[in-house]
């Protein structure tokens, strides 16, 4: 028999002879001792203990003589944890088979008692009449598994209260490496992120053992050979335990070996079907990773890449916060800028009432800062609407040259207010592409504002255009102040101005480029900023897909006509809505001017009593007005029998697409936008006053 039952005076024992042992027992013990597992039986009334010699690692010191153990009753060989093992046993003798797994016990094993756990599988033996005799324990001490299983979450708890309160990534790398490194005794453990591209990877920050290079730096995702590289991206980690006997030169035997690394783990982070952080463990000679350190590692990647994630994540929203406070500054600021020479030229009406040229000049101040505030107020609605998605594209066949003409056209003032040189070429042919010339004019318009705006005087501004491929190109260049190198990847951010360019430039918002970035995107297009750096100019790049070729060109839309009344018609009678007192004055005043009949309300009930004894051609309403606003008039002033011939204009400084909308279903015929231009009201009057005479 086994070597445990070899010399063993069976005649005294409790079980007494072998030859006197029922078949059964016969059975159980043939098994035990065939077993590579350690086992134990239970036998009998008294549950008497065998066991095999994998079992006495367990019982320690209690094996050394068998004699003092085989055969005795299993509560007296272990009294100690009787208490937990009793139950099991019992539950057995019982008819039932249980797996108890890990079970916790203090045992006194070489001399001191010590913590082990050990899982458990035990089932019912049967004499040869049927009933139970005994039970067959199978029996796997997990004491390693699980103190390892403690160290790794120890370890990865350390990590996390190291990194807990860190404001940097680079903290956490320091942290979360240094302490994998020295817990696992490697040569060096080093953290990397992707690159955007996802072809590259630069390697943040690593630790290593005194003597040991850095590998701090970019590299290709190439280096670790094809097949390597596949696995990472989709998250299967790279094990190797001897590079010169697993990997060839081209998977990555060099790259190792010029770094002095026999053994790698290779851990790679994936995040949304998308390879995001890498984390290796080098080893500077062969080593046979176990399970468990595998897993240690990927559990530490994940967990540092979680931390770094949540600092460069309230970083950015700190950033957001600090351009955002900027901007609002600037905002303030930009305003300002052109209420200050309005309320001068104001004082100075007064003064002046008697002097043309001065008035001459003053209005001319006044129209160019309104313009200004209308232009800064419009490319916040316009990004407001990019951001909500709000931004509705009119998408044409459109020749590219019109576009670029349009702007240049726009911006023309500008650009000689500076003493620019302005320098054009463009092919003879036209550029077709299917998209919105207004958005795309604003677009050019914005780039050569910008250019104009960080030119210094005398300066050159170029524009060009061409096709490449199935492209069309469009570049703006200057000869500016430029761009450094760091401010290139942030230029086309919301609120984004570089404090040098702040100083140099005559004002805006900073947000102009990420306008531009954005229409361009909705065309399906891409636009970027290159410069040679600070004071060598910049140049910025458009493409835009070309349209599909077409039988036929496009008619050209015909510039339109200058409003004209019909002749000899007497003028219309108008009311004007608004609860902004100056604003209806000042509106009044105009078209009394233009030779209307004008009546004024200042809220929405008092323009329904007008209404009804005004009887008005025409009704210009605000719809936020108190009491009524624009919409219920609206639906007021229709219901009217002496009113259905009215016609409704809606004034308001709400006009995006679904406040056109709701004005439409309301049945308002025009929608315009505070504040109108004298010659948009004019046109929409004329149009209205023809309407009116087909109805009479």
Not at 316 to 328: I, K, M, N, T
Request: hydrophobic content about 40%; overall charge negative; glycine content about 8%.
């Amino acid at each position: 028999m086994g070597a445990i039952f070899r010399g063993f005076d069976w005649d005294s024992s409790p079980l007494g002879a072998i030859d006197a042992w029922p078949q059964s027992l016969r059975t159980a013990v043939g098994m035990l001792l065939n077993a590579r597992h350690p086992m134990y039986i239970a036998w009998g009334p008294k549950l008497l203990l065998l066991y095999n010699d994998g079992y006495r690692g367990i019982l320690g010191a209690k094996a050394a003589d068998p004699r003092q153990v085989l055969g005795i009753p299993f509560r007296e060989v272990w009294a100690e944890v009787w208490e937990v093992v009793g139950p099991m046993l019992a539950a057995a003798m019982d008819g039932q088979t249980l797996w108890f797994e890990d079970q916790e016990f203090t045992l006194t094993r070489n001399g001191y008692a010590e913590q082990v756990f050990a899982s458990f599988s035990t089932s019912p033996i049967r004499a040869e009449t049927g009933e139970i005799a005994g039970v067959l324990c199978i029996c796997s001490e997990t004491t390693g598994k699980i103190r390892s299983q403690q160290e790794r979450l120890r370890l990865l708890d350390a990590i996390g209260e190291a990194t807990r309160l860190a404001d940097d990534p680079e903290t956490i790398m320091d942290y979360s490496t240094r302490l994998l490194g020295e817990y696992l005794n490697v040569t060096r453990v080093a953290y990397a992120d992707l690159e955007p591209d996802n072809d590259r990877f630069t390697i943040r920050h690593d630790w290593r053992v005194p003597g040991a290079i850095s590998t701090v730096g970019v590299y290709s995702l190439n280096l670790f050979g094809s097949r390597a590289t596949s696995n990472l991206r989709v998250g299967r980690t790279l094990l190797i335990n001897d590079v010169d006997h697993e990997l060839s030169a081209e998977d990555g035997a060099d790259m190792f070996n010029q770094i002095g690394i026999k053994a790698i783990i290779c851990c790679p982070l994936v995040k949304q079907n998308r390879l995001v952080a890498m984390m290796a463990v080098h080893q500077q000679h062969p080593r046979n990773w176990a399970p468990d350190e595998v897993a240690l590692v990927e559990a530490v990647v994940d967990r540092c890449w979680a931390h770094i994630e949540r600092v460069r994540s309230m970083e950015a929203l700190r950033e957001v916060d600090r351009r955002r406070s900027e901007f609002l500054a600037t905002l303030a600021h930009e305003l300002r800028n052109p209420l200050a020479p309005i309320r001068n030229a104001l004082q100075l009406l007064r003064l002046s009432s008697d002097k043309p040229e001065m008035l001459e000049r003053l209005r001319g101040t006044m129209e160019r800062q309104v313009d200004q505030m209308v232009h800064l107020i419009n490319d916040l609605l316009d990004i407001a609407r990019i951001s909500s998605g709000k931004m509705d594209l009119q998408i044409r066949r459109i020749d590219l040259q019109t576009v670029v003409a349009n702007a240049v056209e726009t911006s023309l003032p500008l650009i000689e207010a500076g003493g620019h040189q302005l320098d054009l070429d463009l092919p003879a042919d036209p550029i077709w592409g299917n998209g919105d010339a207004v958005r795309l004019s604003q677009v050019l318009t914005n780039l050569l504002s910008n250019a104009s705006k960080y030119t210094p005087e005398s300066g050159r501004i170029s524009v060009s255009a061409r096709t490449s491929g199935d492209m069309a190109v469009i570049e703006v260049s200057d000869t500016g102040i430029g761009i450094a190198e760091q401010d290139l990847g942030r230029v086309f951010d919301m609120f984004s101005q570089t404090s040098h360019s702040i100083a140099i430039s005559k004002g805006g918002l900073g947000i102009g480029l990420s306008l531009v970035r954005h229409l361009v995107s909705l065309h399906g297009g891409t636009v970027n900023a290159s410069s040679a750096g600070r004071g060598h100019g910049s140049t910025f790049t458009i493409r835009l897909p070309l349209a599909p070729d077409a039988a036929e060109e496009p008619s050209r839309l015909s510039a339109g006509a200058p409003v004209v009344y019909p002749s000899g018609h007497p003028r219309l009678k108008i009311l004007v809505a608004d609860d902004n007192v100056d604003a209806a004055e000042t509106l009044s005043f105009l078209l009394r001017e233009e030779g209307h009949e004008v009546c004024v309300a200042y809220d929405g009930e008092e323009a329904v009593r007008i209404g009804k004894s005004f009887v008005p051609d025409v009704a210009i309403l605000d719809l936020g007005m108190p009491r009524m606003d624009g919409y219920q008039v609206a639906r007021v002033l229709c219901a009217l029998p002496e009113l259905e011939h009215v016609s409704l204009v809606a004034l308001s400084g709400w006009g995006a697409p679904e406040d056109q909308a709701r004005t439409k279903a309301a049945g308002f015929d025009y929608h315009l936008l505070k504040p109108a231009s004298l010659e948009r009201l004019n046109a929409v009057l004329a149009t209205l006053l023809r309407v009116q005479d087909e109805k009479r």
